[in-house]
């Protein structure tokens, strides 16, 4: 797939890949090696859920990630197991019913509570589902292992490149406000400016805690802090710029390059030299004649001397004491982001109860199926509804095309060979594809795990001819959740979208009112919270759009999604006008976007 003009291409993930592969490879080696078999495929099977939770964000993210979703799992599995070993068939139905009604109230408070929740119904299944002999002790045990195989393969680079995921997130920053610059003036100016303030948002996730904490002073993260602060006063500089409507030169959209290789010299920029006072008259005759007064660009000529004079004052200090004092932030941002929920509690109380049914229905009907070990329907039940990861109907879709792939591949090298070696490499190779695909496509992540979870199950003992009949319960699981949720809450998206619209545009009319008597550091916490809910809107919008409802009294819902979109889009103008203001543009705020000069220009206006 193409990507947008100016938006460069996602790289392939081969590090997390390659985790992927050793994590599940590791387990079953040492399991074939020293004959403890089924412990090595449980914690095969905490690998596997860990590579699915592994991503690229700071390392103490990951591993508090990790740690949440391998707790869950092992009670989940606990709990399954417990139940299994009852003898009572109730026990697995009542177990099953009471992880996935706690599952679904926890899973709509957040991405962590939500990966938490569904990795818990997750090993209540696979508990009550598979029989494993031994104590009951250790396959909880056994699972947390493979998880924490994952957390040091993850985490360990930490202690050679602590600061790279931040330096890489700054510098982002820098080089997207250098787009955005480019782009002034261009159709490509408002695309060009989202892009911006969705990579300054991420980086405000991933600085974290070191906007807040008392981290003991270090010369690199004090860079980075700094670098940070500047790239947040870029960000509405650039904003401004944008929101002025006109070309600028190739100087000055080179800035924020020239920023980066100052102050983070190291980080990948090119060392280049610093660049002319950019409010000087351009000597180009193409040049724009209001470029050189503009009071947008006068703010980035204010910005770049302050880099300069920063990058100059570290470079000649004499001691560590010297230099951490001269990287003093003038004016950080400490303000975390306040979560914002787009639900209620009658929201998550309906989830909760539609999760219950959809995971008791499919016991059922895997009961009916395939008696005992019909943990794949309920499994697959627990994957697929989630609406907070995205469209149910797309979800749902690419569940059922990874799984016929996956089973697909699999069958093949078990037509081709039984070896168990070869086996083992084949889990690897599939598990560095759902590393990659639980970066770029759920349907090639799904394809890895279910060529994974058919090598795992066989080597725990269950020789069944599974392929047709995996195919089947996961078309079933998707039709029984697809019904449940279309019949019995069609406008959960119609719903987020119109709350998560709401709060962008309370957050940008508290940005437009708060913002000029606000401090520094509150007025860049008001913007960010603007940009952060407005991009969030977007996102639920899009969503809404992806998930057909049925139609309500007055049209149904997909009449209403542009006027939140046309609403998005006003907000937006909105912020970007407010932050025109703020560098020192002397206009109205309600005025929209146009290419002429401001007030102080000697051309007009």
């Known amino acids: 797939m193409k990507a947008a003009r100016g938006a460069p291409l996602t790289p392939v993930p081969l590090a997390a890949a390659a985790r992927g592969a050793v994590a599940l490879a590791v387990p079953l080696l040492v399991g074939m090696w020293t004959g403890a078999v089924i412990p090595a495929v449980i914690a095969g099977i905490g690998a596997l859920w860990g590579v699915s939770q592994d991503g690229s964000d700071p390392y103490r993210l990951r591993v508090r990630r990790l740690g949440c979703m391998g707790g869950s799992a092992a009670l989940g599995l606990l709990a399954g197991e417990l139940a299994l070993r009852c003898g009572h068939p109730a026990a697995i139905t009542v177990c099953l019913g009471a992880t996935a009604l706690l599952a679904g109230a926890v899973s709509l408070r957040g991405r962590l509570a939500s990966v938490s929740g569904m990795h818990l119904l997750l090993g209540a299944t696979v508990g009550s589902g598979i029989p494993v002999p031994g104590p009951w002790w250790l396959p909880p045990l056994a699972l ?28 982002a920053v820098y080089r997207a406000a250098s787009e955005a610059l480019s782009a002034a003036g261009s159709p490509e100016a408002e695309a060009a400016r989202r892009r911006l303030t969705a990579v300054l948002d991420d980086a405000h996730q991933v600085m974290g805690r070191h906007l807040t904490g008392r981290d003991r002073p270090r010369t690199e993260l004090d860079a980075v802090r700094y670098a940070f602060d500047a790239a947040v ?57 209001c470029d050189a007064v503009s009071p947008g660009v006068r703010a980035l000529s204010e910005l770049h001397a302050e880099s300069v004079q920063h990058a100059e004052s570290v ?171 279309f019949a019995l809450w069609p406008r959960s998206a119609a719903g987020r979208a119109a709350a998560q619209t709401e709060a962008a545009v309370a957050a940008a009319h508290r940005y437009r009112d708060l913002a000029s008597g606000a401090t520094p550091a509150q007025r860049h916490a008001l913007r960010r919270t603007a940009y952060h809910r407005l991009a969030e809107a977007r996102r639920a919008v899009a969503h809404a759009h992806g998930e057909p409802g049925r139609p309500g009294r007055r049209g149904g819902r997909d009449r209403r999604l542009p006027d939140r979109e046309d609403a998005i889009a006003s907000a937006e103008r909105l912020c970007d006008a407010v932050s025109a203001r703020n560098v020192g543009a002397r206009r109205t705020v309600s005025v929209l976007p146009g290419r002429h000069c401001t007030g102080a220009c000697p051309m007009g206006g």
Do not use: N
């Open 144 to 171: 947390l292992a493979g998880v924490a195989l994952v957390v040091i393969l993850s985490a360990t680079p930490w202690l050679w490149r602590r600061h790279t995921i931040e330096r890489a997130a700054v510098l």
């Open 233 to 289: 006063r870029l960000g509405e500089v650039t904003s401004a710029l944008v929101w002025e409507g006109r070309p600028l030169s190739r100087r000055a959209s080179d800035v924020p390059l020239l920023m980066a290789a100052l102050l983070l010299p190291d980080g990948g920029a090119a060392a280049v030299s610093p660049a002319a006072d950019l409010v000087a008259p351009a000597t180009s005759g193409g040049a724009d004649p």
């Open 315 to 485: 470079q000649h200090a004499q001691s560590v004491q010297h230099a951490q004092s001269v990287r003093a932030r003038p004016s950080g941002v400490a303000v975390r982001l306040p979560a914002y929920p787009w639900h209620g509690r009658a929201a998550q109380a309906r989830y909760a109860v539609l999760l219950t049914v959809c995971v008791l229905v499919a016991q059922l009907c895997a009961g009916l199926l395939h008696g005992p070990r019909g943990y794949w329907l309920p499994m697959t039940v627990a994957f697929v509804y989630k609406p907070d990861f995205g469209p149910v109907p797309r979800r749902a879709l690419h569940r059922c095309a990874g799984t016929v792939v996956g089973v697909a591949a699999i069958g093949t090298v078990t037509l081709l060979t039984t070896d168990t070696l070869v086996l083992i490499g084949a889990v690897a190779a599939f598990g560095a594809l759902m590393a990659v695909g639980v970066r770029h496509h759920y349907a090639l992540a799904t394809t890895g795990l279910t060529a994974v979870v058919l090598v795992l199950v066989d080597m725990l003992g269950d020789h069944r001819a599974l392929y047709s009949a995996r195919i089947l319960d996961t078309a079933l699981a998707a039709a029984i959740v697809l019904v449940a949720h």
